[in-house]
């Protein structure tokens, strides 16, 4: 699903620690459906910002 852009992509932090930004969560659980459409327009308009990590929900373990 992450490869076909229908949810969001995983930022690595660690080895062992995965999490997603805030924004492409709210936006996938807002519109799971259209969430591809939107998501492509959002990448192209936040394409060049910087990583922060107060911005992402990690995820403890290994991630799939």
Known sequence: MVKRGVFPASVKLSARVSAWRVEDVRAYLADPAGYSKAHKNMAAQSATRE?????????HGDVA
């Open 51 to 59: 990583q922060d990590a107060s911005n992402v929900v990690p995820v």
